[in-house]
């Protein structure tokens, strides 16, 4: 039998089933779709560590280790660079920091172009590749656009992405132009993108690679695979990420559910969404019990979050019910602060991978992550994604607390002494 046939679509919302012959969209209903596969028949957790040592491209990705969990693409079609195989980090300064005692932070930002977005990326790309897509198109704050880019210019496919004009963090708009996409700037914010870019997925043919595809999710799930992996399959008492378009909060979810299917997980860590004040769409409607979802028009510091009408809300919302998990938000400051913490342990991230460790912090201080609680954070980003943010932080009025300011002398040994001096 054929990959594509071993695979159908089926609506989250009205359960209709469709072929995965063109780009993935929405269903006639609105409701978005996802991916039923035939598990493969036996999975022994053992292959994966047989795996590690491999120099075989597929068992090399931290996403194709996981193929039997994964939706059986060709392996002909398979675009990889290889994803995923990010580090689990503990560090004392940020122990003391957040007050988490057993904080583990999961660097998705060692990702091939920085960040966790590859990993879905290598399964909707070889997807596209697999039914024959003749472009493919994102809209973005960034870190889509990056990852479709280079992606997209492995498979050699042409690329097309929507961005908010004038709000892309400069390590990604950088990314996406020496990649080669071809840049649309519209004229609006990032919701405004994606509506237009689901439209012309639907009238012009383009192959839409937002988390709207389901493929992109499956990718991501490998996150929680590896975690869990290099856990030893022991499961965490909380995994906190930030939420945006609420892709991954999505996938986290579906990739929990799969492996509490299996009979691999004897409980379910609980979820915890960070979104920024500023962006929080899925906060206010947590708060309402989940009785009314409303768009917001966003604003924060961290632009990959800058999200008011997150495409994914009702499969997120499914994940913090099943998981018992939580929403909350940090401040634009709490985000600052807890990203100059961690790039100051030498880890280093984006603006918008702090909003987890903020998190922690906060949940620490209010006795909800309790003393002994193991925790995973998810660090989507590389600190080089946003250098406009590293410098306003470090080099602005009033200093701030760990401001790291770069000082200019006479080129003589007194003057050097004099500032090693106050400085060691
Ligand atoms: C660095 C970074 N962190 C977090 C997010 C939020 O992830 P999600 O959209 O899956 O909620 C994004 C993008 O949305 C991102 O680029
Ligand atoms: N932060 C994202 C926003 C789009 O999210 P997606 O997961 O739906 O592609 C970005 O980097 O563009």
Known sequence: MGALAQM????????ARFEPAGSPGRCQCGGLLHVEFPLAEVVERTNFDVRLSSWQALDRSGVWRYRELLPPLPAAAIVTRPEGNTALYQHPQLTDW?????LFLKHEG??????????????????ARTIGAQAVACASTGNTAASVAAYAALAGLPSVVFLPAGKIAAGKLGQAIAYGARIVQVEGDFDAAMRLVEEASRELGLYLLNSVNPFRLEGQKTIVFELLHQLGWSVPDWIVLPGGNLGNTAAFGAALAQLRDVGWLER??????????????????????????????AETIATAIRIGNPVSYERARRAIELTDGLVDTVSDEEILEAKARVDRTGIGCEPASAASVAGV??????GVIRPGDRVVAILTGHVLKDPDAVLAYHLGDPPRPLANR???????????????????
């Open 98 to 102: 957040t007050g988490c005692e057993e």
């Open 268 to 297: 379910l860590p609980r979820l915890a969404v960070i979104q920024a004040a500023g962006a929080a769409p899925f906060y206010a409607a947590y708060r309402s019990g989940f009785r009314e979802f409303r768009p917001v028009t």
């Open 406 to 424: 770069p000082v200019t002398i006479a080129p003589t040994l007194d003057a050097l002494a004099g500032v090693l001096a106050r400085a060691l």
């Open 110 to 127: 060692e990702n091939p172009t920085g960040s966790f977005k590859d990993r879905g990326m290598t399964v909707a790309i070889s997807h």
């Open 8 to 15: 159908t679509l089926v609506c989250d919302r009205c359960s």
């Open 361 to 366: 912090r906060k949940l620490v201080a209010r």
